[in-house]
Structure formats: structure tokens, C-alpha cells
């Protein structure tokens, strides 16, 4: 008799498959990718404080900055295009596009590169956008302050 | 005959309660992912400036409002979790009133404002006032935060 004859008669052979371990696997590429996920793919924000914060901390002794105002108006052609024009409010060049209104708030803010700037980073900006301005508009005029590096952009609250 | 075979077939059996406790498991997950995406990010066109210096979502705990795009630029109201507000001065109350007890349940929390890009500013404007003004009727001293979510497409924009 030879030796692979006496095993096989030792006994059934078991080929039962063991499926734990890839359960197991399974289990930690699903923890994995759950993780790993981002459910609002592409999104971003802006943070924006609302003027309720500053309620309390106010400095007594601090000048009241006059807010620089932007405002947005329709301008004519089709509505759902969205045109608007944008005025500032004060003796300022009036922007014609928000790259304009980029360009003139980053040269008249106050940094290191230019210590001749007119507005501090924290200086008031205030977002006034008439009502029927599409909301684009009004999350590029909030942009255009941003991205010129001013920190206390808010949105007109006499309207609401 | 080969003496494999000398008791009957082998019997290859794969047990398969564990698979099917795992397919469960992976179902209501997925269902309930699903639900809470589905309520979070209701689908909208975001609006998505040019440039645009945002900064990732937070990680902070936060609540998602949705302004609810209508046809023709109009909205059908705000939605928070699964309740929803109409677009009147009473749901404008009432969404106040709902996000005032949010807030003191956990006053730091973080608003994450999305609305579609053709929306018109004086229907997004109510609800920024509702979360203002629920954060002083909550009188939370931590700050009220406003996240104003937009698209940045890394792969098309410009790297900041």
C-alpha cells in the first residue's frame, strides 16, 4: 500500500473553503474607503462672521471704521445672464469688472508689501447686493475681497 | 477508481452565513449613506468663482442649510436635516426658530449655507438674517459662523 492511498483512506478529505479572513478584508477596505471618502467632492467655502460675534468684544475706545461698501446692481440685457454692476460707494474709480474689483481692493490694502495702503485687513467690507442679483454675483464680489486678503467681509443686513 | 473517491465525493462547502451577515451590513450602510447625502447635498448648481480663495470644508460640527432651487431662479424653501421651511416670512420665523435650538443644543456650531448660483440674492438673504438672528436669540457666546459653500474644481482651476 502505498502512502497516498493510506491518507486518503484516513479519513474524508475537508476542502471546505475558510472565508473568514476574507471577511476579515473585506471588513477593513470597507472601513478604509468609508474613511477615505469625501461625500461633497469639489466643495469648498468661505467663512464668514456674522456681525453677531462682534457684538460683545467691541473696543469702546476703537474708531468705528465707515465700512466700504460694495454694492451690486443689475445691469440691463437678459436677467439670466446675471449682468451686474458694481459701484463702490465713495470717491473710488467705479470697477467694471470683479477682477477690477480685486485689483483696486488688493492695491489699497494695508500690508507689508505696501505701507502706503488705505484699508487695514480687518477694515469693514460690506457685500450690498440689490435683491434680484443671482447669487453667483453676489459670491464674487465676497471673492474679489477675499482673495484680496481682507478678513472682515460681510453681507448688508438692512434689507433683510 | 481512485481511492479518493472510495467514500463518496468530497464535499466542498463554503459556509455562507458570514457573507451574508457582511451583504446586510454593506446594504444599510449603503442605504443609510444614501439618505444622509441625499438630505445634506440636495443636488444645485453651486456657484463656482473664478479664483477662488476658499478654504476646505471644516471639520467642525455643523449643520447644512439648503436653499431649495425652484424653477426660473425662484426657490421652494430652506431645508435643515429633513425639515423643511417655505419661502415665506413665516418659514423664514420658523427656520429661525428651529436653528435657535440648534444652537443652544451645541453653541459652536457652524452654518453651511449652499444655494444654487441662480438664485436671487433677496432669497438667500433670509436665511442668512434667520441664522443671525437665531444666534441672538440663543444668545450664544461663541461666534456664529457662516460657511458659505461654492465648487472649486482643483483639477480646472489654478492652484492657489
Excluded: C
Excluded at chain 1, 81 to 90: F, H, N, S, T, Y
Excluded at chain 1, 115 to 136: E, K, T, Y
Excluded at chain 1, 138 to 148: G, H, K, W
Amino acid at each position: 500500500m502505498s502512502g497516498g492511498r493510506s491518507k486518503a483512506r484516513r479519513g474524508r478529505p475537508s476542502l471546505s473553503l475558510n472565508l473568514t479572513p476574507m471577511i476579515d478584508v473585506v471588513f477593513q477596505l470597507l472601513i478604509y474607503f468609508l474613511v477615505s471618502t469625501n461625500f461633497a467632492r469639489g466643495e469648498q467655502v468661505y467663512r464668514v462672521d456674522l456681525p453677531s460675534r462682534s457684538d460683545g468684544a467691541a473696543d469702546p475706545f476703537a474708531l468705528d471704521d465707515e465700512p466700504l461698501r460694495i454694492e451690486l446692481v443689475p445691469a440691463g440685457g437678459d436677467p439670466s445672464r446675471g449682468m451686474v454692476a458694481i459701484r463702490l460707494e465713495g470717491p473710488w474709480p467705479q470697477p467694471a469688472t470683479f477682477e477690477d474689483l480685486y485689483q483696486f481692493l488688493r492695491s489699497r490694502l494695508l500690508d507689508a508689501r505696501q505701507p502706503d495702503g488705505l484699508f487695514a485687513a480687518d477694515h469693514p467690507i460690506v457685500v450690498s447686493p440689490a435683491p434680484s442679483v443671482r447669487w453667483d454675483r453676489t459670491v464674487d464680489a465676497f471673492n474679489a475681497a477675499v482673495r484680496a486678503g481682507y478678513t472682515n467681509v460681510s453681507f448688508d443686513e438692512s434689507d433683510r | 477508481m481512485s481511492s479518493v473517491y472510495a467514500r463518496g465525493r468530497a464535499r466542498i462547502e463554503a459556509n455562507l452565513t458570514p457573507m451574508i451577515d457582511m451583504t446586510f451590513l454593506l446594504i444599510v450602510f449603503f442605504v443609510l449613506v444614501s439618505r444622509i447625502s441625499e438630505v445634506e447635498s440636495v443636488p444645485m448648481d453651486l456657484p463656482e468663482p473664478q479664483e477662488a480663495a476658499t478654504v476646505p470644508l471644516p471639520d467642525e460640527s455643523r449643520v447644512v442649510l439648503n436653499v431649495l432651487p425652484g424653477p426660473d431662479g425662484g426657490i421652494e424653501g430652506y431645508r435643515v436635516g429633513v425639515m423643511q421651511f417655505a419661502p415665506t416670512p413665516e418659514g423664514a420665523e420658523a427656520l429661525e426658530r428651529h436653528l435657535a435650538t440648534l444652537f443652544r443644543q451645541n453653541p459652536e456650531l457652524d452654518v453651511n449655507l449652499r444655494a444654487d448660483r441662480a438664485t436671487a440674492y433677496s432669497d438667500v438673504a433670509p436665511a442668512l438674517g434667520a441664522i443671525a438672528s437665531a444666534a441672538r436669540l440663543a444668545e450664544s457666546p461663541e461666534a456664529t459662523r457662516v460657511n458659505l459653500v461654492v465648487i472649486k474644481d482643483e483639477r480646472r482651476g489654478p492652484r492657489p
